[in-house]
């Protein structure tokens, strides 16, 4: 406001001067004093618009000039001009040049100011594995006689392992070497153990269970797990200040994932092995049963040929004895079969990429700091500007 009253204060006193007129004159046309002219010409004093009105009705010919005639609108009738916009933008060039140059610089210059964190991956590839032949007669024997099998063919969401508590709880207590060659936990890397600044001096013991807990938590923070559904592909990303510990505990993570997986599966090898051995006890009894059951028969009715009835029932007998007998070599052969695939040491998991220390940094992102910053800057100094206008 005070620029606009000594821009106007200067064209009246420029038109007095080039039209010859003196202050005391023009001061009685417009109804003021000498002294009160004086403070209009030099910006003192703002006009009042009457002042001003009679000042025009006196002297006609006098113009406000460019700087009091009306600016385009850049929003008319709820549109935008584009082109009075483009204009008042082109005019501010260098202040919005200006005003970008130092936000990109601020930008790009706090992210030297922010940690260094590095990424490193393991891919694993799960191993396709079906169903062994020799159980599905088993299974189908075991449906037919009432009984539930477990089947070996379980399968396993393996972004749940990847992020259980079994292997967080491993991975923070487990020692891993820092570029400097220290080996130290994660608990350690991350001074969870640090005490307060603020702390009573009564309580002044660690929480032990309280730092696992965090750690546990800020563990699975720095984890992420992926698996492409249509190939089965998963990749294991780990992201630490240190790029040692992030390979490392990438590989650490794909090992236990394999190990835990193979251990279950050797488990369900091994019940149903027990499973089966104790349905061949079962199944032994009985036809050892039906057998004496037989032999008591014959020794009883040594003409039963003769007989119908007595021709029924021994083929009754009979039936039985072959059909427990046709179950127990069955069950012999699973029972086989069950101590073979117990010992099987084939891969649940292949890794196609092991993960290894990686050269760059991932985070901050420089070029992506400057790109934002520009932006943020373009957007801060045009917005100004239209303001301003």
């Known amino acids: 406001m005070e620029t606009k009253t000594i821009a106007l204060g200067q064209i009246i006193k420029r038109y007095r001067l080039i039209n010859d007129i003196r202050q005391e004159d023009m001061a009685e046309k417009m109804g003021v004093s000498r002294a009160t002219l004086i403070n209009y010409e030099k910006g003192h004093t703002a006009i009042n618009v009457d002042v001003l009105d009679r000042l025009k009705n006196h002297y006609p010919d006098f113009e406000l000039g460019e700087e009091e005639k ?26 919005i040049l200006l005003t970008t140059f130092i936000f990109a610089l601020c930008g790009t210059s706090s992210s030297f100011l922010l940690k260094k964190y590095y990424n490193a991956q393991i ?27 477990s089947k070996n063919d379980q399968s396993f969401n393996i972004p749940d392992v990847v992020k259980s508590r079994l292997i967080a709880n491993r991975a923070i207590f487990q020692k891993w070497t820092i570029k400097d060659g220290k080996s130290v ?19 002044n013991k660690i929480d032990s269970v ?45 090992r236990q994932v394999e190990t835990y997986i193979q251990k279950e599966n050797s488990a369900q090898s091994t019940k149903e092995k027990l499973f089966i051995s104790e349905r061949l006890s079962v199944v032994k009894k009985e036809l050892e049963i039906s057998e004496l059951e037989l032999k008591d028969f014959k020794e009883r009715n040594l003409g039963y040929e ?9 083929s009754r007998f009979f039936r039985e004895v072959e059909a427990k007998k046709e179950v127990y070599l069955t069950l012999q052969q699973q029972l086989e079969l069950a101590r073979i695939e117990e010992v099987k040491q084939s891969p649940i998991l292949h890794i196609l990429d092991s993960a290894v220390p990686p050269i760059r940094k991932s985070y901050p992102n420089r070029q992506l700091f400057l790109i934002i910053s520009v932006f943020v800057g373009l957007l801060f100094s045009s917005t100004l500007t239209v303001f301003r206008y």
Do not use: C
Request: aromatic residues 10%; hydrophobic residues 40%; charged residues 20%.
């Open 70 to 95: 009306t600016k385009p609108s850049i929003i008319d009738d709820n549109k935008i001009d584009f082109k009075v916009l483009a204009s008042v933008l082109y005019k501010n060039k260098k202040y």
């Open 210 to 254: 309280a730092v696992v807990e965090k750690a546990i938590k800020k563990f699975k923070n720095h984890v992420q797990v992926s698996e492409d559904r249509t190939t089965g592909l998963i990749m294991i990303s780990t992201t630490f200040q240190d790029p040692n510990v992030a390979a490392g505990v990438a590989n650490f993570i794909g």
């Open 123 to 149: 891919t694993l590839y799960p191993a396709k594995k079906d169903i062994g032949q020799g159980f599905a007669q088993f299974q189908t024997l075991a449906a037919n006689l009432g009984m539930n099998s």
């Open 306 to 314: 003769g007989s119908p009835e007595l021709f029924m029932k021994y």
């Open 185 to 203: 936990s994660l608990i350690e890397l991350w001074n969870l153990k640090k005490k307060p600044l603020l702390t009573i001096s009564l309580i």
